[in-house]
């Protein structure tokens, strides 16, 4: 597709349970990012990867948090033993190279809406 | 400790009228400022970007101030119009190859 694409767009699931949620970037996109917005709140920074290799997980809140790149495109976000607190809308977004790039412009997509009860 | 600070929660213009977003920060190192909009059930779009040698950027009805000794930018949109009603973060970066840090947004609502 043209655009980043996240899936699954809404996830509902149970305190304590293990989730996934899968970003798709630009095509030849060499840079992603996860980003986690809460209710009221800006987005958060999580990890950016460049190629296969995470160049910054600085932002990941604890060690539930887990992402992956294996072939320097798609890229998966696992949580694991969630809690409540994770609930939020979780941002992926990709550029042609690192960082900001010559205009800033990350691509985003349209998120995924975690929602554990 | 909040490094990027949007102190209006929203924002409400008439249409044609100018609609001015302004954003603080803290960190002295941020070296380039984007603005990005965000519809409801949407990602943030880029809308314009202002580099720290710069006081003034421009594109089209948006036009980004950067005030480097107040650590403060604003972005003018004028005239406003109702398709311009959506949350506007203000985010800033260390350098071109850093990582962005978002503020809290701001909701503009322009009314006819």
């Known amino acids: 597709g043209a655009g980043v694409s996240q899936t699954p767009s809404n996830k509902v699931t149970e305190k304590g349970k293990y989730v996934e949620l899968r970003c798709d970037p630009i095509?030849?996109?060499?840079?992603l990012y996860w980003y986690r917005q809460s209710l009221g709140q800006g987005p958060e920074f999580l990890i950016y990867?460049?190629?296969?290799?995470?160049?910054?997980d600085s932002g990941l809140p604890n060690d539930r948090f887990f992402a992956v790149r294996p072939e320097g495109s798609v890229s998966t976000l696992k949580i694991q033993r969630t809690e409540r607190g994770d609930s939020a809308v979780y941002l992926c977004?990709?550029?042609?190279?690192?960082?900001?790039?010559?205009?800033?412009?990350?691509?985003f997509g349209e998120g995924s809406r975690l929602t554990v009860l | 400790d909040q490094q990027v600070k949007q102190n209006s929660p929203s924002l409400s213009v008439q249409e044609g009228r100018i609609s001015i977003l302004n954003c603080d920060y803290t960190n002295s190192m941020f070296d380039y400022f984007l603005w990005y909009k965000k519809y409801p059930a949407e990602g943030p779009t880029f809308l314009i970007s202002?580099?720290?040698?710069?006081d003034k950027n421009e594109d089209g009805r948006f036009t980004v101030f950067l005030n480097k000794s107040a650590k403060h930018l604003s972005l003018h949109i004028v005239p406003s119009q109702p398709g311009d009603s959506a949350v506007y973060f203000c985010?800033?970066?260390?350098?071109?190859?850093?990582?962005?840090?978002f503020g809290t947004g701001t909701r503009l609502q322009v009314f006819p």
């Open positions: 990867f460049q190629g296969t290799g995470a160049a910054d």
């Open positions: 095509s030849g996109h060499t840079a």
């Open positions: 985010a800033a970066s260390g350098d071109i190859t850093d990582k962005l840090i």
């Open positions: 202002i580099s720290s040698i710069k």
């Open positions: 977004a990709s550029s042609l190279t690192a960082g900001t790039g010559d205009t800033g412009e990350l691509f």
